[in-house]
Structure formats: structure tokens, C-alpha cells
């Protein structure tokens, strides 16, 4: 079984398998040996799933377990939810010694992380990922948080987890789109670091169960890499940012109605043949990373004229002043930094949904 180690500001362990949900009790006894209590988070789909297991794990090492289960969904990730989760805190009487598990997803493990970030400014956390996105991405790198109504992930805190147990079992109860949604993560990450994963992802069914734990292996190695080398995101983290400019505008523009992880796998297509045409980026990258979004029932493009969604991009976050850090690459697994100007964005990808 792969155990990633990191080495960031608190280093913490990865592990990744089958069949790590029921020892979570006995492993987060050994990153936190003097708890009491444990806070199991986890939402309303989830919680029938695996929370009666991952209790009773607890239990087992000697942990006083409690549950705040919150309705599945983007929009519980807010702070009137958090609000909710702190009273429970209270109410169970967790103290500096004790513990908060997030199991679930994304949504799940940002806000179950940012309540441990805050909560006796900062308690214990470990990271129980269920849905891919969140075995490959949001569980890895420490970054908690909430979306307020002026948008999203614009509340929050880097708050290591204590450690990641990424059960790849759990995987098989996800929806078939939730899970390829998470694969364009993991196309990304292969995109921007590493041209002998990105063919092996082309060479076999990476989401069969035998080949589950080394996908998102690999896929959390690229991410702990890069986020080791730059955990406060100045530089090298901007490369996790491949296809998601483009993508969040095109996200933002259909109201929410096109997935996150389908806008990135057209994002990533649009802003790699814009890059083509300008010979920034090998000629016949976009075509190849097309074969393997399509491998994985992912989108290869969009046709959408960007001018008509680019407005939504000026909020992006990844933006220093009038200055945009779009990211490139010279060809698959070589990523790179390009910044341009904001305004010129029209310009950059104009003719990008034109095949
Ligand atoms: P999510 O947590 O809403 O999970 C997606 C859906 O899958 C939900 O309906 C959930 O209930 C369900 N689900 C999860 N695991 C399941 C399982 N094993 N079986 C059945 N159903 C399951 O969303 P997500 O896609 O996991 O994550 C998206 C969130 O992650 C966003 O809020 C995003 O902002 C955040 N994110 C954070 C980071 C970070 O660095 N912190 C990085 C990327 C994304
Ligand atoms: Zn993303």
C-alpha cells in the first residue's frame, strides 16, 4: 500500500488502498495518542455509507465518537454550516487534544478541515477522502475553507491534516460522473508533471479497482510535489492551475451547471490550442491530451466563443493585479507559468473553440 509522506510546514502522511476506512480509528491514534473525543463530519450521502464503520473503528481505539452529517452539496459549504459544526464542538466538549475527522468530499473535507483550523485556534485533523477529486486534490496541500455569496473558497485557512486516509474502495459507490469528474484532476496533474503517467493513463482502464490505488497515487505525488516545493502558492503551485482559468470562467458562465472538473478538461483543451497557435506549446499536446479526456468521458473542448464567458475570469483569484499567471505547457508533463496581461485574454484565446 503507497504511503506518501510530506514535508510540509506539519509533515503527514498519505496513505492510500483498499480498505483504509475501517483501521482510521487505529492509525489517527498514532498521530494523535492523547484525544479523547473524535468529530466525525461527513454529509448526507456519505454518512449511511461508511460513517457507522469509520465509527465504530474509533470506538475501537478508544475514542468517544460524535457526528455532525450536514445535506451533500456545494451549497452547505457556507459559513452558516460552520456555525452549525462549532456548536457541536461545544456541545461535545472537544478540547486541543482532540480530533475532527472529514469523511466525504471535497466540500466535506474544506469545511471539516477549516472548523479544526479554527476551532480552539486549531485542533487535530485527519483527512478520510471518498470521492476522487478529493483523494487527489483537495485533501493534499492543506488548504481549508468556505464559498460566501461573493464567491467561492474566498473564507479559509492552510491547515494541515494530522494525515490522509484515501480508501480507493470507497470510490466504487461514487456516481459514475462525479468519479471522471475527478479524473480530470488527475489528467491535470499528469499534464503539468509527468509524460509517463499521463501515457499510462492512456494504456489501461486507470479507474478499474486494481489500478485505482496507483492512480491516485500518482496523481497525489504530482500534487505533494509541487506543493512541497511552493506550499504557499508564490510559484510552482500556480501549475495546479492548468486549464482553470479558462475552466471557471466557463464553469461560472453556465451558472454552476457545467461540473468543475468538465470545465477544466475544456479549459485545458481551449487554452492549449490557443497556446499552439502561438507557439508556446508543441504542436499536436492539445490533440493528445483530447484522446485521453475522451478515454475518460470528459469533454474536449467547448464551443462556446470565449469572449462571451471570459468576463468571469477577472474575479480568478490567481490573478496579481492586472497581471494573469495563465498556465502552460511546452509539451505534456512539462508545465509552465505564461503571464500576461488581463486584457489580453480575449486576444490569447480568441479562436480557441475553433477546432
Ligand atoms: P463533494 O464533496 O460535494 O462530493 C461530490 C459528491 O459525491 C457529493 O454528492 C458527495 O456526497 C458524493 N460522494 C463523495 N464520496 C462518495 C462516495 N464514496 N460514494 C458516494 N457518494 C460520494 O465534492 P468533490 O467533488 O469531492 O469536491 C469539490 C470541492 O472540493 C469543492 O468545494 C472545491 O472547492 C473543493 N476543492 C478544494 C481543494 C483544496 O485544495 N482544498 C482543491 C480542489 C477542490
Ligand atoms: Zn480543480
Redesign the pocket.
Known amino acids: 500500500m503507497p504511503i506518501l509522506h510530506t514535508a510540509a510546514s506539519r509533515p503527514y502522511d498519505i496513505a492510500i488502498g483498499p480498505g483504509l476506512l475501517k483501521e482510521a480509528g487505529e492509525r489517527s491514534r498514532l498521530v494523535n495518542p492523547k484525544g479523547t473525543r473524535v468529530l466525525l463530519v461527513s ?4 454518512a449511511p ?2 460513517a457507522d464503520k469509520v465509527a465504530n473503528s474509533y470506538a475501537a481505539a478508544g475514542y468517544r465518537v460524535t457526528r455532525f452529517v450536514f445535506p ?3 451549497e ?2 457556507r459559513l452558516s454550516t460552520v456555525a452549525a459544526l462549532y456548536e457541536r464542538l461545544a456541545a461535545d466538549g472537544l478540547t486541543r487534544s482532540d480530533l475532527i475527522a472529514a469523511l ?7 469545511m471539516a ?1 477549516f472548523a479544526a483550523a479554527t476551532w480552539l485556534r486549531g485542533i487535530d485533523f485527519v483527512g478520510l ?6 483523494q487527489v ?9 468556505v ?1 460566501i455569496p461573493e464567491g ?2 474566498l473564507v ?1 485557512a492552510f491547515w494541515p491534516p494530522r494525515l490522509v486516509l484515501a480508501d480507493t474502495e ?6 459514475p460522473a ?1 468519479l471522471s ?2 479524473m480530470a ?1 488527475v489528467i491535470k496533474a499528469a499534464c503539468i508533471k509527468d509524460a509517463a503517467f499521463f501515457s499510462w493513463l492512456g494504456e489501461r482502464d486507470a479507474l478499474s479497482p486494481e489500478n485505482r490505488p496507483e492512480t491516485v497515487a500518482r496523481a497525489v505525488d504530482i500534487k505533494r510535489r509541487v506543493v512541497e516545493a511552493d506550499e504557499r502558492e508564490a510559484g510552482e503551485r500556480r501549475l495546479l492551475n492548468f486549464g482553470h482559468t479558462l475552466g471557471h470562467a466557463l464553469e461560472a458562465h453556465s451558472q454552476f451547471r457545467l ?3 468538465r470545465a477544466v478538461a475544456a479549459g485545458m483543451i481551449l487554452v492549449t490550442r490557443a497556446a499552439e497557435r502561438k507557439g508556446l506549446t508543441v504542436p499536436g499536446t492539445a490533440d493528445k491530451i483530447a484522446f485521453l479526456l475522451r478515454r475518460y468521458g470528459l469533454p474536449d473542448g467547448d464551443e462556446t466563443p470565449p469572449a462571451q464567458y471570459l468576463s468571469h475570469a477577472a474575479l480568478d483569484k490567481k490573478r496579481t493585479g492586472d497581471t494573469l499567471s495563465l498556465v502552460l505547457l511546452h509539451t505534456i508533463g512539462e508545465g509552465y507559468v505564461h503571464p500576461i496581461p488581463v486584457d489580453s485574454l480575449p486576444a490569447f484565446t480568441a479562436d480557441s473553440h475553433v477546432k
Open positions: 454529509d448526507s450521502n456519505v455509507l461508511y451533500a452539496g456545494e452547505s459549504k466525504g468530499g471535497g466540500v466535506t473535507g474544506d478541515g477522502p471518498t470521492s476522487l477529486l478529493a486534490d483537495s485533501s493534499v496541500g492543506g488548504k481549508t475553507g464559498d467561492k473558497n479559509g470507497a470510490l466504487s459507490t461514487l456516481p462525479v469528474d475527478g484532476e461540473s468543475h472538473g
